[in-house]
């Protein structure tokens, strides 16, 4: 049995960690840190978890608990991460950090959207952790940046343009990501911003120009095409829990049908178990892929306007962070990619 801990896990990625793993043949989860709810037995906190942490209590987070752990998942907060993960690499430990901490290889690039950058020296040892685009680096990592929400719901629809035969196709200076998403993307900790008359029956955007996750799809899209990408990228607050949906406009280059980039976006992701390619005309919903580690992804052509419109959809809590993580850990450890991860969608 892999001995893994979470650090951080009394918040809605630590719940979907527990949720997860309590699934998982191969692992054991030996320590869960929270300073608000430490002392207090897994279930007190999550009852939907009642019989399967009943003995296993959440701990404070100071003096490393669970060292005899193997594998760390980071649910830590932005900044949290890059003071930890030194002492843990250091211990030879393996971790999947769900926080912004390790995801830009640049660190001028996180100081400019984040802050200050404590370890920049692990920064170019950090693995993308976006298995459809970088398992092979994923299998020998030691430190695995678990990608944000949106940019995985974007880049995975993007993908094709940029890693194959329809590089090209697109004008990579024309795109426009415009993301929605249900409000668990905030986080647990009560806002009014968040709460449940703010929200509903309402629906805005919200860091116009000015997201944090801009940068890491730019990152990532450079690093597959070899040339600096400047896009547009609007996010949007759903009325609803959970559930990210994204629509991809870019203008083409070159003349292409829909059926033709359909049928090239299934090759592309043939054999992959998590990516769906919608055809027969339907088109991704974020109730399809509720609860589940999928990301279905759609396209039309607008011949008139020549663009490409890719709509994909996930959830957020899920594909979006603690089933991506728990799929970074079975490649980084040797498991069947998708155990635990097989649920079919609620």
Same mark, same amino acid.
């Given at each position: ?29 030996? =320590? ?12 007190? /906190? *999550? ?24 594998? *760390? *998942? ?104 415009? =993301? ?11 806002? %009014? ?14 860091? #116009? ?11 990532? %899209?450079?690093?597959? =095409? ?13 009325? /609803? ?47 399809? #892929? ?31 962070? =603690? ?11 040797? *498991? ?11």
């Amino acid at each position: 049995m892999l001995k893994v801990a979470i650090l951080g896990g009394s918040g809605y990625t630590g719940l979907e960690l527990l949720r997860i793993l309590a699934r998982h043949k191969g692992v054991e989860v030996g =320590s869960v840190t929270s300073r608000q709810y430490s002392g207090k037995r897994i279930p007190e /906190v *999550f009852p939907c978890l009642r019989g399967y942490y009943d003995n296993l209590k959440f701990t404070e987070p100071s003096g490393f608990p669970g060292m005899d752990a193997e594998l *760390f *998942f980071l649910s830590l907060p932005h900044g949290a991460s890059q003071e930890v993960a030194p002492k843990l690499l250091k211990g030879g430990k393996r971790i999947v950090d769900l926080s912004a901490d390790f995801r830009l290889k640049d660190p001028r690039v996180y100081e400019k959207w984040y802050g200050r950058h404590k370890s920049k020296g692990l920064l170019k040892y950090a693995v993308y952790g976006l298995p459809e685009l970088f398992r092979e680096e994923i299998k020998t990592a030691s430190l695995v940046a678990n990608p944000g929400c949106y940019p995985t719901s974007a880049l995975l629809a993007l993908a094709p343009f940029f890693n194959g035969d329809l590089r090209g196709v697109i004008d990579a200076g024309s795109i426009i990501i415009d =993301s929605k998403s249900g409000v668990s993307g905030a986080g647990r900790a009560p806002t %009014l911003e968040t709460s449940f008359v703010e929200i509903s029956e309402g629906f805005r955007a919200y860091k #116009v120009a000015s997201h944090r996750h801009t940068p890491e799809m730019e990152e990532v %899209l450079k690093g597959l =095409s070899g040339k600096n990408i400047t896009l547009t990228f609007t996010p949007h607050l759903l009325p /609803v829990a959970r559930g990210i949906l994204t629509t991809v406009y870019a203008g083409i280059k070159k003349p292409v049908k829909t059926a033709a980039l359909l049928k090239y976006y299934k090759d592309y992701y043939r054999g992959e178990p998590f990516v769906r390619v919608c055809g027969d005309g339907t088109l991704p919903d974020i109730r399809f #892929v509720r609860g589940s580690n999928y990301c279905d992804i759609g396209l039309e052509v607008d011949e008139r306007t020549k663009r490409v419109i890719i709509i994909s959809a996930i959830d957020n809590l899920v594909k979006g962070a =603690s089933g991506q993580a728990v799929q970074n850990m079975n490649i980084m450890s040797g *498991f069947d990619e998708q155990e635990a991860l097989n649920a079919p969608p609620v």
